[in-house]
């Protein structure tokens, strides 16, 4: 019996197959554009930050822009995921993960042990290095690939990319740029400190 080859499927085409939505949350940070379908997340694209936004000038909470009453229920469950660990961080566990539906967190790789390693272990107000990340992945002598995992991470924030530093104390590089991973530990750090009174 002859063995049918099936064609591989780029993220484009199965995300096309997709009824593809996109909604904006107002964050903190800037427009999060968070993109999906009925079976889950497909990406979240951060701003990029010239300037850390202070207390005067960032809203203090999130707001959905218009039309995100019709966006599919993952979406609707990112959206409030990242408002409550922009605003009520206190929430967070007791909100549901939204599903993610991106190629990269469903086929096996060493890129999907990583994300799936940092979104499990690594909590809320905490930091590891990326050869840590790489020890408690499956393979410590891949600091470098780990680094690799970090940059193609389609789901920032939620799956926390922003909490591996390197193992000298510096924060490293952010696909949102460099500010956004300052204010995002810095927003962990103070709300940890918050939630420990």
């Known amino acids: 019996m002859a063995s049918r080859r099936v064609p591989k499927v780029t993220f484009k085409e199965r995300a096309s197959q997709c009824q593809e939505k996109h909604v904006v949350l107002l964050s903190p940070v800037g427009k999060l554009v968070i993109s999906g379908c009925e079976t889950g997340v497909h990406e979240i694209k951060l701003p990029k930050m010239s300037v850390l936004p202070n207390g005067m000038e960032a809203p203090t909470c999130c707001e959905l822009s218009n039309g995100a009453a019709a966006a599919p229920d993952p979406l609707q469950q990112c959206a409030a995921w990242l408002s409550a660990y922009f605003c009520e961080p206190s929430r967070m566990e007791q909100l549901p993960l939204p599903p993610f539906h991106h190629p990269m967190l469903q086929q096996d790789s060493f890129t999907k042990q990583v994300l799936w390693t940092l979104l499990r272990e690594v909590k809320f107000g905490e930091a590891i290095s990326y050869q840590q990340l790489a020890e408690r992945a499956g393979n410590s002598r891949a600091a470098r690939a780990v680094g690799g995992a970090m940059r193609s991470n389609p789901i920032p924030i939620i799956i926390p990319c922003h909490r591996v530093i390197c193992s000298s104390g510096q924060i ?11 204010w995002l530990l810095s927003h962990e750090k103070l709300q940890k400190e918050k939630l420990a009174d």
Do not use: D, I
């Not at 490293?172 to 300052?182: A, P, R, S, T, W």
């Open 172 to 182: 490293g590089n952010y696909g949102g740029g460099n500010l956004m991973k300052e």
